[in-house]
């Protein structure tokens, strides 16, 4: 081992021996810093970022130089505000912008830390608003790790394993065209899923005057990069509404102009009654947002609170990106179809000449391969997707994995054409590499 690798390896070896075993990519990736298109380890080598840092970094790795003057600028001035206790600006001028972003009729929220706290706070109130107490989820879904998050969480046993009971929490299939649990091959089946809904949960589980809310993901993350069908998405809306059960979105991963659209429920021509994002919106920092219709009504002083929701460093970076995002929404909405086009286009050549491809889906730049040992049998190709992505990143390629067997492709909506092209370019040679 040379002396760059003897690094990399004291580094993860101290790791293993002060933390708690989290989760880890299966290559050896020690990150030093970013730019823009790039991340670069400790030993300098540049890496084409197809990851965005799990969906964070939406304008470029470490964000832009005006997210960046933002966080220099806020910190010389005040970090914490205490925000729940006292009254601040910024995060309500934050608020006041963020809100003109969501459809008409919205006007309530709450700033967390992250994601699983901002889903966390729109389980609280859907049960305040409602007075209900059940909640309905879906399996590949993936909505965080702390306790309440996590009994909404049914991606992988492995999430879950000795930390229930998760109480007053149903699951549900969800929609998966490729593999349909009604063997329909890959048509629409949406009623099905809504029937199971109706006609199983509704009628031998829970009474619908019970059920508080609906959570879901717009396209599933963790769970596989899974896109619904529109006539679910729109058929749950009408059941919801039937039943005067909330719909909650968790646009986390998959909102603030992943698919093109600032939320990725736009996408399916309906409105959620509550929005939960996080990740891409701060920029880089750790920010989470939960978003409800004025007319829902407001908490009971006390109700709902925390030390660090509305942290100005946080702000400050949330509101430098959120402008970016606004003043450059039309050539950001153009940028993400045509380079949505022109990767969909790469992988669907690759499909043709890869037996080992068996599905590719998404939208906008929220892209999932679903690698199978046979296309007849879809049995996940789980060594193999490993080897591939071991393969990408030994030349040059950061990618991340999620599903059983589905690889993502997420880069910074910024990125240039030529950078996603030397990308696909790995891709496919990591590919080729791992049928020899």
């Known amino acids: ?32 810093h970013g730019d823009g298109d790039f991340a670069y380890d400790i030993n300098g080598r540049k890496l084409i970022d197809f990851s965005s840092f799990i969906s964070v970094y939406n304008l470029g790795v470490n964000g832009n130089s005006e997210i960046r003057q933002a966080i220099k600028k806020q910190s010389d001035k005040l970090s914490h505000s205490a925000f729940t206790d006292y009254y601040s600006e910024l995060p309500v001028s934050f608020a006041e912008s963020l809100l003109g972003m969501f459809p008409k009729g919205f006007g309530k929220m709450f700033l967390s830390n992250s994601g699983t706290e901002a889903n966390e706070a729109a389980m609280k109130f859907a049960r305040i608003f409602t007075k209900r ?22 991606s992988r046993s492995v999430h879950r394993a000795h930390f229930g009971p998760f109480n007053s929490i149903i699951h549900a299939p969800y929609p998966y065209p490729y593999r349909c649990l009604f063997n ?67 646009e986390i991963q998959a909102g603030y102009m992943r698919t093109g659209k600032f939320l990725a429920l736009e996408n399916f021509g309906i409105e959620a009654d509550i929005y939960t994002m996080a990740k891409a919106l701060g920029g880089g920092l750790p920010i989470g947002a939960t978003i409800a219709r004025k007319s829902l009504g407001d908490l009971p002083s006390g109700a709902h609170a925390n030390t660090f929701g509305g942290n100005h460093i946080a702000v400050a970076a949330a ?40 599905d590719v889906r998404g939208i906008g730049l929220m892209i999932g ?24 990143f030994k030349n040059g390629l950061v990618l991340l994995t999620c599903g059983e067997s589905t690889i993502r492709i997420i880069p910074p909506l910024t990125m240039s054409e030529s950078s996603i092209e030397k990308g696909m370019c790995i891709l496919e040679d990591s590919l080729k590499a791992a049928r020899q």
Do not use: W
């Open 319 to 358: 509101s430098a990106s959120l402008n970016y995002v606004k003043a450059h929404k039309r050539e950001l909405e153009i940028g993400v179809k045509r380079k949505s086009e022109m990767i969909f286009k790469r992988l669907r050549e690759m499909q043709d000449d890869h037996e080992i491809i068996g």
């Open 1 to 32: 081992m040379d002396k760059n690798g003897k690094r990399i390896a004291s580094i993860m070896k101290r790791d293993r021996e002060v933390f708690l075993t989290t989760t880890r990519v299966p290559y050896e990736f020690v990150v030093d």
């Open 184 to 250: 329909r091959g890959e048509h629409d089946c949406g009623e099905d899923y809504l029937g199971f809904i109706e006609d199983y949960i509704l009628k031998k589980e829970v009474d619908p005057q019970e059920v508080a809310a609906i959570f879901f993901e717009p396209i599933q993350g963790e769970g596989g990069y899974i896109v619904p069908t529109k006539s679910f998405m729109k058929g749950l809306r009408k059941l919801a509404d039937e039943h005067g059960i909330l719909l909650v979105t968790d």
């Open 133 to 154: 107490q059940y909640i309905i989820s879906f399996y590949n879904s993936f909505h965080g790790r702390t306790m309440g998050s996590l009994g909404l969480t049914a």
């Open 369 to 392: 391969v679903e690698l199978v040992k046979s296309r007849k049998t879809k049995e996940h190709a789980i060594k193999e997707r490993e080897e591939i992505v071991k393969k990408a």
